[in-house]
């Protein structure tokens, strides 16, 4: 993003999208297609989610408007549950997408006409292989991670993201 209120759309592929700017601005990234940024990694080495670097929470916002129905699976959620943080210990390894699914265990389903349910999964502390970082995993009406959430790598001076940083229409 540029100087001033940015709208950035999402696209195909794993996109890197910067909001670091001179001036405090609301910027918002939208996410037209769960598939622009969705929650896998194929054959464990392709990433096909996005990065944002630099997202501020509560000033930037995730306009998840266009897949709100895609994550509920039928009627669109009215809310985004408050943002569940998993910090996973110094103590697990996690080499790659598959250990990340496994270690961050079941997730919430997000619920048709109720509320999206966020996951902002902390590997700081990650000895493996699959590194260090902040992963933020806004999930389907399921409760696995899977190609049908959506999954954003937070880079930067991000360390927080609260329900009210995203947009529903």
Request: without cysteine.
């Amino acid at each position: 993003g540029g100087n001033g209120a940015d709208k950035i759309i999402s696209g195909a592929g794993a996109d890197t999208i910067i909001l670091t700017e001179g001036v405090s601005a609301a910027d918002t990234v939208i996410f037209t297609a769960v598939s622009n940024s969705a929650a896998s990694v194929a054959a464990n080495t392709t990433v096909t989610f996005d990065t944002i670097k630099d997202f501020t929470s509560g000033t930037d916002k995730l306009n998840i408007a266009d897949i709100n129905t895609a994550l509920t699976g039928a009627a669109a959620a009215t809310a985004v549950a408050a943002v569940t943080t998993k910090t996973i210990s110094g103590a697990t390894v996690v080499n790659d997408f598959a250990g990340l699914v496994t270690t961050a265990g079941a997730l919430t389903a997000s619920a048709a006409g109720g509320a999206i349910q966020a996951y902002l999964i902390d590997l700081s502390t990650n000895t493996g292989t699959l590194g260090t970082g902040k992963y933020l995993v806004i999930n389907d009406n399921d409760t696995a991670i899977d190609a049908g959430d959506v999954m954003i790598q937070l880079t930067g001076a991000t360390t927080t993201v609260a329900a009210g940083d995203f947009t529903l229409a």
